[in-house]
Structures are given as structure tokens and as C-alpha cells.
């Protein structure tokens, strides 16, 4: 009767004969050791060969026997086995089959973990390297290749070698010189509390490890070592040959047997939001879903405050979560899978949990299991917070400074809405977020603010305190932080522009007149989130009045004359309108770095009105242009170019203004000068 071939030695290896026998597919599964035979499970239809094979060994072995294929299921670095077994397979004329491990290294570090990290191609040159340095080693690759540090004495005499407890492993240990207390004989797998148990036990500063992958337990070797500060030295995959995942190889072994395999695995992934971080804010859903996962994932700090049952792992981008997933599913061999992603606060507030969702949907629509994906809301820092204050968020305004960077990126919608807000709940990432909030509110003179401040919300060190803007100006002690800015009376927010020609800082530089100025802002038809050029900004009166519609608007004042650049710096600064940037340069050179615009208003073009359109539409074709002209002369270009370019939606509009003035006891009408308004798109 023809069987599989299986060349074990690998956790993989074992479930691949676990998966036939449960399919009625003969196997033989040859072990090189008498502790590779020990931990082969007994199984029906499966028998096991114990000992060493070289080329010849194998060649004799496959033309003896009947089997369907050869399938190498042996340690990544066992290169010159893997060779052995496909000539010898091929040889024989039988399918040969790579059954492949990721071994690449998943964990999501920054960049001191990284400098902590040194990568050998070999363990010769990984040897060689120790030698320089002074310390003790811990030796996690096994006894294969003991000898290769123990040739030199001061290197040998730092080992500690963690090695299987079978006698052929001690008998090696005994060979290169190893002392008992040197010989860590362990049958794994090793957590990383137990790594990290050893490193400490032993005073040990470097751990040498293979790069290999899930099950060969390198993600919690690498934690330890990361956890306990000393240097990772990895042995990297030296094997270039692609194989096959475990349900890959399932289809192929189908295809030569003749016999269906069910591989089909169920996965269930629940994104779960965990409340403030303190267990007793988990909900009791969230709770049982998290203590039935096999595998957890989630940023260090979430995962430290649960007892875990499964594996864990420090990721919460997809990026890293992916390729883990693939790995579990390759090795599931048709079982269920439970996995829980946790998330901070709620998964649906300001959470990575939905671009997460979305991506495991679509990694879903690439599978062929049953995957099943739920989100658990968890109570958010906002509704913890305002009921620790004894107050209602429903009314509030909700502003993130989270991981946003410096000022200049939310200092605009932060004065927004505490200016036209009575409460504002702000989420910021740490003290010096606290230190810059009370510094923006204090020069923008908002100074009768309250800020009511939470620190570590549901955590032992919980603390609410009242400041006042200097107060936060003064804020140390490093965690987790909420504000509650209120201002009463808050001011009134106009919804159109509402700016007089008095308001404006002028001096003797040009400026759009109020009423010129409020038709151009509604010819522009602005949208939130827009991006507009003032080109030829002048005293930056069109610049602020937009800026001052909403702080999700930037706008990019263009101004080559220095003393106009300084009014519009006056002018921002006396309307508190950070979201406007000041640009002093010449149009259209000073446009190239900037970002594409969605909107633009031409307030002075220099000559270079045809130059400037180009640059235009060359950014953005669909870009919204306004113009005006007071010359017959720029009325005469307009009209030319209007009539040589596509423009879309073209409109002309001529503004006549008079102003009342009073003599003696009448009201006079005083003309302004006409105005021609031209608003446009790129067809």
C-alpha cells in the first residue's frame, strides 16, 4: 500500500501525520533522533523510522518502499538534508514537497529595539563576533552547533546552552567541554516569562537564537530579550527554496493520493475594545471573549493587564497582524481559531479598530476557511471621564491631539472649538500635549478657561484636578491624559464672513474691500477640508476671513513683498487663525512645493496671470479659481485667456459698491472703484 513520505523534526512535521491519520492516509515519518521518535504522537496508519539518513541512506529508503510523494517537513536550517531529500526524490521519479515555516520576524519595533538587534548569516561569524564582547551567552539554537562557540575558551566559558533532554544532546554538551551548571537540558515551548526567568537567573547579555519563526519560538525570545534590555543575536534563514503552507500542501497531497483532506479551518477574530485599560471598565463580553483567545494581539501596555491563555503578541497594525494570521492558518490543520485584537477605550473612537476591520475583510475575501469578524465596544475615555466629573458629554466638542504632532497641526481646531464651544473634551498623548494646550489657550487669550485635567483614568494613580491654562503650562509627570476645557460665555460663531475693513491691520498695502471680500469667499465655494491659495495675499484679509470659517481649512498666503507679509503675520496673529501659512515668494514659483489647492483666489498676479493658470491646472484640474480686476487692462487679459484656455463654468460678475457718507445732516452715497469678480474651473 503506497504511503506518504514525511521527513520530520518540526512541530509542523507532527501535525501534518496528525492530519493524515485523521484523513485514513498512510504515512511514514522518519525522525533523525530517538527524542524525535518520543514526541511523535502514536497514530493509526502512521509508522516512524528513527535514525541519521545521508543521500545514499535516502536513496535506498524511497526505492525500498511505495509512497504517493516525499514530503520535507525538516527545520529550515537543515539545508543539506532538504537537498538530500529532493534528489533522493527525484531520483525515484515520486513528487517532492517543501513544507515551508515563515520565519520572518513579525514584531513591530522601534528604533532602540532595533539597534539592539545584530543579524548573522551564519554561526561561525556569530561566534566570531562574541568573542569580542564580554558578558554571558545564552545559546537557544540547540546542540547541532555547539561546538562552533565552545573553540574558543574565554567564549565557552560565558555559554549557558539550552538544549533538548535527550542523551545524544548531553553527550554533545559533554564533547564541547560544558560544565553541568552550563547545560540547560529543556523540552520547550519557553514562554516568554521563562526566557526571560533564565536571562535573569544566569546574568545572561547576549541570547543567540535561529530566526525561526512562530513555532520555533523566536517572537518570545525576542520579547525577553527586548524586555530584559540585552542584545538579540539571529542566525538568519539561510533556506532560499519556497515551499508550501500546510493547507498548500493539503491540495497537493489531495491531488496525488486521491483522497480528500479536511483542512478547512474555522477562524473567529473579534476586535475588542477594553475600556480605560483597568479591568474592572472591560465589559463581561469583552472579558469572555478575550480569556477564550488562542492568540491576543494589541499594544504591550493592553496586553500586561490580562491573564492570557493563548499566545500573545505586541501588534496592533495590520501590517504586522496579517502575516501571523497566515502563518496560524498555514499551521491550524482544520481546527478552530480564536483570535482577539484589543484596542484602548472604545473600537469605535478614535481607534485603529475600523482601518483594521476593513483590512481583515479583505483578507478574508482571499481565504478559503470560515471567518467570522465581530467588533466589542468597550467604554470610551470621554464617557468615563465626563461621568467622573459629574457632567454630560452629548454637548461637548471633541477634539484629538493624539499622536497629531506638534501645535502647528491642531492648534487651529483646538482654538475653534473652545472659542465657540462651552465644554470641549480634548484627548492628548501625553504631559508635554498638556504643557502645549495651556501655552496655545493662554496666548490666544482665552484665560477665564477652566480645564478640568484626568490623569490615569481607572488606574490606581487616577487623579482629577481644576487648572487654569498657566497652570497646565506647568504640568509634569508622564501617562495618560484627558482634558475638559470649559469656556462661559463662549463666543458666537458667524457662519458667513463678518470682518469690517476697520478689523484689518492695513497701513499703506492694498486691501480686498469688505464687500468685494465676502463675494469672492462665496464665489470660491469652499468646502471643509479645502485647501486654498491667496495669491497676492496683500494685508491677508481674504486669507483670515477664510481661515476663520473653519480650522479644518488651510490656506496658504502668497506675498512677495515683505512688508505685506508681515501685516498678513499681524493679521493671523490678531485673529488667532494658525491655519494659515505664509508663503513669500512670487507666483507661480512659490506655488511648486506647495500642496495641490482645491480652491484659489487671485488677488494680485504680477504680470504672470497666464503662467500662474498653468502651474494651476498642472497641480490640480479640478481646482476652483476666483479673480478680480479693477484695470481695463487685466478685464482685456482676462477676456483673452478666457477666451484661449478651457475653462468651465465660467462666470463674470461686475460689483459696484457705495458707501454712505455723512455731510452735516445727510447721508451721501460715495462710490467705490468698480470691481470685476471671474470665477472658473479647468475644463
Known sequence: MKKVLIFS?????????????????PATVCVATEYGKQVMPLLEGVCVHQGRMDLLGMQEFIKAGEFFAAVDATHPFATEVSKNIRESAGQQNIPYFRLKRETKNRMHKGEQERKKEAWFSCHEECAKALEKETGNILLTTGSKNLEVYCKNENLKNR???????????????????LKGKQILAMQGPFSEELNLALIRQFDIRYLVTKESGITGGFTEKALAAEQAGIRLCVIGNPEKEEGFSFSELCVKLEEVTGIQIPVKNKMKISLVGVGMGGIQTLTKEAADVISCADYLFGAKRLLDGFCIKGEAFPYYLASDILPVLEQVSAQAAGKEISVAVLFSGDSGFYSGCENLYHRLLEWKQERKEEISIRIYPGISSVSYFAAACGMSWQDGKIVSVHGKGGRASWEAELLEAVRYHEKTFLLVSGAQDVREVGCVLREAGLLECKIILGYQLSYREETIKELTPAACEQVQGEGLYICAILHKPCEKKYLAPEKTDLDFLREEVPMTKEEVRQTVICKLHLTEGAVVYDIGSGTGSVAVEIADRSAGIKVFAIEQKAEAAELIRRNIQKFHTPNVTIISAKAPEGLRELPAPTHVFLGGTGGNLSDILDVLREKNPAVRVVMTAVSLETVSEITKIQREMQLKDAEVVQLQVSRAKTAGNYQLMRAENPVYIFSFGFA
Open 159 to 177: 555559554l549557558y546552552a539550552r538544549v533538548l533532554p535527550s542523551a545524544e544532546s548531553l553527550e554533545i554538551c559533554d564533547r564541547a567541554g
Open 9 to 25: 523534526g518540526t512541530t509542523e512535521g507532527r501535525k501534518l501525520a496528525e492530519t493524515l491519520a485523521q484523513a485514513e492516509i
